[in-house]
T-cell receptor, first 117, second 114 residues
Framework: GAVVSQHPSWVICKSGTSVKIECRSLDFQATTMFWYRQFPKQSLMLMATSNEGSKATYEQGVEKDKFLINHASLTLSTLTVTSAHPEDSSFYIC?????????????FGPGTRLTVT | GNSVTQMEGPVTLSEEAFLTINCTYTATGYPSLFWYVQYPGEGLQLLLKATKADDKGSNKGFEATYRKETTSFHLEKGSVQVSDSAVYFCALSPARAGAQKLVFGQGTRLTINP
């Protein structure tokens, strides 16, 4: 159980275009999902917290108008990279949060590799 | 603030060697502690966790004990295999009620040679 999927697994787009990445919790409902960005050989950088039915909370330094997050249902959150540039090329990973005892566990998707040419 | 520090990699070992990856944390109260593993080209998988002091998390031969006195959560395995080659992340979730964010360490790349 607790499976999270992402689509697409990889995408190549041209500079100036927009690309949407989907994150789905397949067998559970998640009121909270997270979006991370990972550069090669580096740790995960939290970009934003996505809450179902409300606006996402962005981390400091993350442009909310560039990285649009929509969490329209309890099983789906989307990240849209608008007007993509080569520096947006990265590995984007989502996670969904589930309560576990007194704490929460995050279940991660397999990631989406974005290459902007 | 909350932070996690892991031993710097990369770490290269021979098959069947003993593994230790150090992890220390800074946080108030009693955070939950996690080890995640990332295989090449994939997302993160939860390896093990501990939610209170002296708890031992274990999975697939890996173990880590929540040490409050030393604020540590070192990952150990008695005999590593080539298939254990991956990047390992230590993480914490703050102690406050409802906290869901994870704070990650920088990751340690492990390579096991046959």
């Amino acid at each position: 159980g607790a499976v999270v999927s992402q689509h697409p697994s990889w995408v190549i787009c041209k500079s100036g275009t927009s690309v949407k990445i989907e994150c789905r919790s397949l067998d559970f409902q998640a009121t909270t999902m997270f979006w991370y960005r990972q550069f090669p050989k580096q740790s995960l950088m939290l970009m934003a917290t996505s809450n179902e039915g409300s606006k996402a909370t962005y981390e400091q330094g993350v442009e909310k108008d560039k990285f649009l997050i929509n969490h329209a249902s309890l099983t789906l959150s989307t990240l849209t990279v608008t007007s993509a540039h080569p520096e947006d090329s990265s590995f984007y990973i989502c996670s969904a949060s589930l309560p576990s005892g007194s704490a929460y566990e995050q279940y991660f998707g397999p990631g989406t590799r974005l290459t902007v040419t | 603030g909350n932070s996690v520090t892991q031993m710097e990699g990369p770490v290269t070992l021979s098959e069947e060697a003993f593994l230790t990856i150090n992890c220390t944390y800074t946080a108030t109260g009693y955070p939950s502690l996690f080890w995640y593993v990332q295989y090449p080209g994939e997302g993160l998988q939860l390896l093990l966790k501990a939610t209170k002091a002296d708890d031992k998390g274990s999975n697939k031969g890996f173990e880590a004990t929540y040490r409050k006195e030393t604020t540590s959560f070192h990952l150990e395995k008695g005999s590593v295999q080539v298939s254990d080659s991956a990047v390992y992340f230590c993480a914490l979730s703050p102690a406050r009620a409802g906290a869901q964010k994870l704070v990650f360490g920088q990751g340690t790349r492990l390579t096991i040679n046959p």
